[in-house]
């Protein structure tokens, strides 16, 4: 079974930064992408930024240079810096990953579990 937990969601000013990081973690083959997600109250879940196993990334257009998406490999882990923040990126910023595990009997199979999200929030 695989594992995607956040962290590093919080209150913060206008203008200020935030990092979030997600980790898979359990049996993993190999991990096509990871991306974060943001739902704000009231609205449909959006792409913020995602990275594939090539490190190529891509952005919503609203949070292009102000976001960064990394990964680290080795550790399953991706790590989204937010800079610039407005109040407009409040929301639960939810990591999804991409990936390759096996079965019990050794099969492999595709899956994407999401984490639990992390609330992040700016004030004005």
């Known amino acids: 079974q695989v594992q995607v937990v956040e962290s590093g969601g919080g209150l913060v000013q206008t203008g200020g930064s935030l990092r979030l990081s997600c980790v898979a973690s359990g049996t993993i083959f190999k991990i096509v992408s990871m991306a974060w997600y943001r739902q704000a109250p009231g609205k449909q879940r959006e792409l913020v930024a995602s990275i594939n196993s090539a490190n190529r990334t891509n952005y919503a257009g609203s949070v292009e240079g102000r976001f960064t998406i990394s990964g680290e490999k080795a550790k399953n882990t991706v790590h989204l810096q937010m800079n610039s923040l407005k109040p407009e990126d409040t929301a639960v910023y939810s990591c999804?990953?991409?990936?390759?595990?096996?079965?019990?009997?050794?099969?492999?199979?595709?899956?994407?579990?999401w984490g639990q999200g992390t609330q992040v929030t700016v004030s004005s």
């Open positions: 999804n990953a991409r990936l390759w595990t096996s079965s019990g009997g050794g099969a492999l199979y595709f899956t994407d579990p």
